[in-house]
């Protein structure tokens, strides 16, 4: 299966994934969660990754990232980031690598900041470790940083749980920039937050692409924000990508019955009311087949077996 | 603050639920211990001690509210009355010559067992299935179970009696005067290893387990996954973020631990006859020294109630989110 | 001490794991995870199940049922009274007196196997009576909520505070001897750390909608109390009753050795109390000694044993990880089962 490199910005993609799978051993047997799931990310290019809850997206995040931990495990295929391998990378490699390269936000913002340490510490934290800056210099940047995505600097001083749920998801992405990475993943940043911070926080993120110019691999189901959001996406079912194209052209037209149900379960921001439409009960896809191209740079799985939407 | 207000009004209660205690037990037990007690030592008291042990004891006719507010003042005033195995001595001045010893090796023993204990904890948890994580818990649960007195006296017999290479009993010899003297403190130290090895050898384990299972469910919180993303140092995951969070339950059972330091010593002063409020409060039983026996357990509540509201403080220290209400 | 501490210890890994408890993970397989509500019945067979096949569970449970059978068959292997001058003085173990005889001339054999009886008895009384305080109170609390809650925890609280060995001590100089007051005492001094636990868990059991559910439909408390919030504690109640037990075998054990027990019974505690009074030790009479501190310790070595296996089964967390390709994972991470899966 390939896909050629049909990038927004450059031709030379920043991440390459190439048949990756990912499995969850068991004690008597093990489920495939991503299965040969392959795309690639250009220089400066926002790609989408959609799908329902449980679909694998999320685990391809942590997978790029190699957070993944027992029972969950690399089954095989390859990651390669700029280059370089990322599966093949030794401990230090690895530790330079997260956040340098590769930074992530993750989906509660609450949960994935320490409540015991100050916002400041935790910024100052990245870059001591990574930058060698001292205790001063390092505050005084993450002054900077804060005041990058509209926040107060005198909040430094304070707990995570001092700051409303938009603050903290806004300091998180803060954080993610820290050390101008090439490559943003941002593992559903709004889930948790009502409609209003959603679009604030879209904004941001946005607002920071266009300034410090990273890639970005956006993971939601929401399809709306992606379309809005997305150079590209990929529309992920079972473990496997089922279609991949612009972001507008699926929009467009989407080929795949999933992509198809998808669409329908969102109502549109802009437009006329329509009836929602979801996938019908019980209708599930299996052997979902390698993906072909329809038109240059649309790829479908084609041929999908469907059961129980038929009489 | 309302936080340590709270805790303040909560410890105030539980201290007078122990002086209350102390007032109704001898008054109300079946059996009548007072008229027993009385029977047993009549002949060796003194008139006067007679009868400020009839007030004590509420073997007098007044009306039992009238006693009780006595009672309560003379508690909260320190007038605890005057030993009887100990005549004329204050019970007072009974403890005082005795907290020392109990704070010394109570304290001593908590704080060893509980920095090993944490520690070896966050160990075997940052390292599952590896050697700390497989063979210690199993070995520490088994040392455990020996009734504490037991080991004890086996390790007396052991490294005491048969190879002699501590004393077997006292705080220190009798033959060294009490002074800060080099040759004193080293004497007393002596005399410590022992008793102090013995709680920390039980102890040890449960510290270490509490602590371990602690830092494992905190090892699945997001903010682990986090700050390995971030791609920090592992040293500073585990301590900074996961044992930071993970040792706060572990402040509570410290500030529990303290308590039952200061009155479960009681064996270990018992065997090794180290000159503590335990071992004083059992000669009290035993020699029927009903005052001191009082005074002895409200000292040791009292020290029990402190000692958990200092741990109440540095808990908001310790934790950003208790402050915020 | 020992059992003091121990039991804090316990406590705190059982608060731990409440604090977890109430959605385990379960891996993507199934595994152990047991969504409280989805059944009330199935936690119990799950739990029974885990154990059943847990090693550490079953190594615990024959060493327990040896002691068990021990205790119960004491007449029939020593119809005499085992206090009874048989021998020597201190004889050394020999093929008359296999464990020797005491100061006085006692078989120590005899005397340990019918000690079984009342230190077993004692421990398990104190163990069940401790633990169904507990529940009583943690659900009342946890049901009532409010008013009610407020004052059971501000009591269990300040029982959990008061120094359990010295008002252990003191109540036991007030009361009469005997065998009914160490008990009663043990129960007093031991109720508040097993409600304290079970309050915690039974109260995020008790938040949970198939509670609310129940209420709404108009169930009788007690019904909700005992027949939906009570089966989805199993483990913790079951993990409190052991430690509750351990307590109470160790408790008396210490009591009696202070000689604050009935002296007059048989049992392992007065057993190493006659041995200290006796001197055994100082006159290297180890046999004495021995038999009676180590049976003690095996019977609660042999509940922790069951404890820790309730704790693995039910958290899967605690598990043994199973090595898998250096390649896939960070060495040394815990396992995280279920989290990551969910996209």
Known sequence: ?????????????????????????????????????????????????????????????????????????????????????????????????????????????????????????????????????????????????????????????????QLSGGMRQRAVIAMAVALKPSLLILDEPTTALDVVVQQEIMAQIKELQRELGFSVLFITHDMSLMVELSHRMAVMYGGRIVETAKAKDIHAAPLHPYTQALMGAFPPLTGPRVPLTGLADGVKFSNIADLQEVSPGHFVSPLPVLQGAQP | MRFILRRLGFYLIAFWVSITLNFLLPRFMPGDPVSRMFARTQDRMQPEQIEAL???????????????????????????????????????????????????????????????????????????????????????????????????????????????????????????????????????????????????????????????????????????????????????????????????????????????????????????????????????????????????????????????????????????????? | MTTSIATTASTVSGETFAGGAGTPPGTPDGGAGLPPGASVRRPNRSLLHGLLTNKKAMTGAAMLFFFIALALLAPVLYPDNPSKI?????????????????????????????????SLLVGLTVGFASTFIGILVGLAAAYFGKFIDEALSLTTNVFLLLPGLPLLVILAAFLPPGLGTVILVLVVTGWAGSARVLRSQALSIRSKDFVAAAVVTGERPLRIMFREILPNMASIVMGTLLACIIYGIGAQAGLEFLGLGDVSTVSWGNNLYWAGNEGALLTGSWWVFIPSGLCIALVAFSLSLINYAVDEVTNPRLRKIRKSKPASKPAGKPAKPGKRASA
């Open chain 2, 54 to 325: 009839r007030k004590l004891l509420g073997v007098d006719d007044r009306p039992i509210w009238e006693q009780y507010v006595d009672y309560l003042h003379n508690m909260v005033t320190g007038q605890m009355g005057v030993s009887i195995s100990r005549f004329p001595t204050p019970v007072t001045e009974v403890i005082a010559s005795q907290v020392g010893w109990t704070l010394l090796l109570g304290g001593t023993a908590l704080v060893i067992a509980a920095v090993v204990g944490n520690l070896l904890g966050i160990l075997a948890a940052w390292r599952r299935g590896g050697a700390i994580d497989s063979a210690l818990p199993p070995f520490l649960i088994f040392i455990g179970s020996f009734p504490y007195f037991w080991l004890a006296m086996g390790a007396l017999y052991l490294f005491g009696v048969t190879l002699g290479w501590f004393p077997i009993r006292h705080a220190f010899s009798d033959t060294i005067e009490p002074s800060f003297s080099w040759e004193f403190m080293s004497d007393v130290g002596m005399h410590l290893v022992l008793p102090a090895l013995t709680i920390v050898l039980v102890s040890v384990g449960g510290w270490m387990l509490g602590m371990r299972n602690t830092m494992i469910a905190t090892n699945a919180e997001d903010y682990i996954t986090m700050a390995e993303a971030k791609g920090l140092r592992p040293g500073r995951i585990m301590f900074r973020y996961a044992a930071r969070n993970a040792m706060l339950p572990s402040v509570t059972s410290f500030g529990m631990s303290l308590g039952f330091v200061v009155g479960g010593a009681l064996l270990t002063e018992v065997v090794f006859a180290y000159p503590g409020v335990g071992y004083q409060l059992l000669n009290a039983v035993q020699g029927l020294d009903y005052p001191l026996m009082q005074g002895l357990f409200l000292t040791i509540t009292a020290a029990v109630l402190l000692a958990n509201f200092l741990v109440d403080i540095l808990y908001v220290r310790l934790d950003p989110r208790v402050r915020a209400n």
């Open chain 1, 1 to 161: 299966m390939t896909i050629s490199q049909t990038s927004f910005g450059s031709h030379e993609p920043v991440l390459e994934i190439k048949d990756l799978t990912v499995k969850y051993r068991g004690d008597t047997r093990s489920t495939t969660a991503v299965d040969h799931v392959s795309f690639s990310i250009g220089t400066g290019e926002i790609f989408g990754l959609a799908g329902e809850s449980g679909c694998g997206k999320s685990t391809i995040a942590n997978a790029i990232m190699r957070l993944l931990r027992d029972p969950a495990e690399i089954a095989g295929g390859s990651i390669r980031f700029g280059g370089k391998d990322v599966l093949a990378m030794g401990t230090e490699e690895l530790r330079r690598f997260r956040w340098q390269d590769v930074a992530m936000v993750f989906q509660s913002a609450m949960n994935s900041l320490n409540p015991v340490m100050t916002i400041g510490d935790q910024i100052v934290d990245i870059y001591t470790t990574h930058a060698g800056y001292t205790r001063k210099e390092s505050l005084r940047r993450a002054a900077e940083l804060l005041e990058l995505v509209r926040i107060d600097p005198a909040r430094l001083k304070s707990y995570p749980h």
């Open chain 3, 86 to 118: 048989t021998g020597m003085a201190s004889q050394e173990p020999d093929a008359e007196f296999w464990l020797g005889t005491t100061a006085k001339g006692q078989d120590v054999l005899a005397l340990t196997i019918h000690g079984a009886r009342s």
